[in-house]
């Protein structure tokens, strides 16, 4: 029993001592008389019905609602370390920043959360999470025309939440370092204030990205310049990405679309594309994923295959990756030069493809409606209405890749007179072969038996080559361009 007491005793005066460090408390902002979020302003409540005030400590946990706070002492901004920060309600947060491994959080469908006051940016280093359908507003006003503008220096992670970028520089060009990270649906709204015309930044999109550009048909289109991971090997949802309801002004895409998650096993699912409203959803960039798109109509509009209102469009050096294309009904694929489509692909169209002046479209194979082909040319005299514009679509095996060697099957023929030997294997679609022959590996030379073309689609191949009785033994190969 003694030492039971004795063990009390040294917690309670350790606890006791100058500089112990208090425990972590859950702390509402209050807003106080000073309206600033630091060590020694008592600004905070601990309880959100409370009515006495007390101070912030490094660690304790806070949420704010419907408030207006400034991070700093008499005006000048401070950092903060929170060990967690939620904001919701119509709530204003200027200067400062939140440091340490907390993750700002933006909640609540209601949340306009606006940070304000920017010259470059705040250093938040646990990330943000913006969730619930939760608003971020980063206002913008006083950064430079070309400005990098930190929002932390961790990712922001979007759980249906919006994040909205407030510019009255129409020509500003803003950076987000943050990479942004779209795990349950998200959305970029540039219609506030103008909003910027240039943004820049990587872009991890597992499922839905919605892009509002707002402003006005006449007025500069808003560009997207970075990188943008799309989906991942094996991913449960598609990656989509949408230009909707409240767009005026067009969409650019000029980044590099990649595979995200390279190396995990499994199959990707393709990318969904639709654009809502009058203007076009522009690629112009290289775009080198692989898991093909499919181009998403909607009765609501109305589509006109030869203007850019509602459509896809993808420019001269630009492509949509390497995959397949799929265009469904009310929906436009504007084709303004020859890689819009890989050669190697295939592409359905339900929908209207619009080929521009001079191009022709190359793809492997091509489904207009109902109709399947796998060779010929197709314009608007002969495209069943799905094809218009002055260009045409070829199909033909294009250059792409290395060659696939065939798995070679082989028998001897039975009772034939001189004797033969059968070779058989399936054929790689776009991808031309030539069997050789030879009587000896030490120095050989070999001979062509056959030469099989490339044709669209994979295909069964038998070769009889018939030889001599005499002969001891044949060694085969086959010889493919890489053509596929």
């Known amino acids: 029993m003694k030492s039971i007491l004795l063990i009390r005793a040294v917690i309670c005066l350790a606890l006791a001592l100058p500089g112990a460090v208090p425990a972590a408390t859950q702390l509402y902002w209050g807003g106080g008389d000073a309206g600033e979020w630091n060590t020694n302003a008592p600004n905070w409540l601990t309880g959100p019905y409370e009515t006495n005030f007390t101070v912030f400590n490094p660690g304790d946990s806070v949420s704010v609602w ?34 340490g491994p907390a993750r700002v959080s933006i909640v609540d469908e209601e949340s306009d959360v606006i940070f304000s006051n920017y010259a470059a940016g705040l250093s938040f ?39 909205r970028i407030r510019s009255s520089v129409p020509a500003r060009a803003i950076t987000l370092p943050n990479p942004l990270d779209f795990v349950d649906g998200g959305q970029l709204n540039f219609s506030a204030c103008a909003g910027p015309v240039t943004v820049s930044g990587g872009m991890r999109l597992l499922t839905l990205v919605n892009f509002i550009t707002g402003g006005e048909r006449n007025e500069a289109p808003v560009r997207s310049t970075g ?7 094996g991913g449960t949802y598609s990656p989509a990405l949408w230009r909707w309801f409240g767009s005026g002004r067009d969409l ?19 990318l969904e594309l639709l654009n809502l409203d009058w203007g ?3 690629f112009t960039g290289l775009n080198t994923f692989t898991q093909g798109c499919y181009i998403v109509g909607h009765p609501w509009v109305r589509v006109d295959a ?20 799929r265009v469904e009904s009310n929906a436009v694929l504007r084709a303004l030069g020859a890689g819009a489509v890989h050669p190697s692909a295939r592409l359905s169209v339900q929908g209207s493809v619009y080929v521009g002046a001079n191009v022709t479209l190359l793809c492997r194979e091509l489904t207009l409606g109902d109709a399947i082909h796998t060779s010929g040319t197709f314009d608007e005299k002969n495209g069943g209405g799905y094809i218009v514009g002055p260009g045409r679509i070829t199909l033909q095996c294009g250059v792409s890749g290395a060659a696939v060697p065939p798995v070679l099957a082989v028998r001897l023929t039975e009772g034939s007179a001189p004797p033969g030997v059968v070779l058989s294997f399936i054929t790689a679609p776009c991808q031309s072969y ?51």
């Open 66 to 99: 419907y408030g207006s706070l400034f991070l700093g002492r008499n005006g000048v901004p401070i950092p903060v370390t929170p060990s967690n920060a939620v904001f919701s309600g119509q709530t204003v947060v200027h200067g400062g920043d939140i440091t």
């Open 434 to 484: 030539q069997i050789q022959v030879a009587s000896s590996l030490a120095h050989p030379e070999w001979d062509t038996v056959a030469t099989v073309a490339a044709s669209a689609e994979a295909r069964p191949v038998s070769v009889t080559h018939e030889f001599s009785p005499f002969v001891r033994r044949l060694f085969f190969r086959t010889v493919s361009a890489s053509t596929r």
């Open 306 to 325: 030869t203007g850019s209102d509602y459509a896809i469009e993808v420019t001269a050096g630009s492509s949509l990756g390497t995959g397949d294309v």
């Open 280 to 282: 076009t959803l522009r």
């Open 125 to 163: 280093t646990g990330g943000t999470l913006i969730t619930d359908e939760g608003t971020l507003i980063i206002d913008a006003g006083t950064a430079l025309e070309e400005a990098t503008v930190w929002f932390g220096q961790g990712p922001i992670r979007f759980e249906e939440g919006v994040l």
């Open 227 to 233: 990188t943008i991971e799309v989906g991942a090997a």
């Open 252 to 270: 650019i895409l000029s980044g590099n679309l990649v595979d995200g998650e390279v190396g995990v096993p499994g199959h990707r699912p393709p």
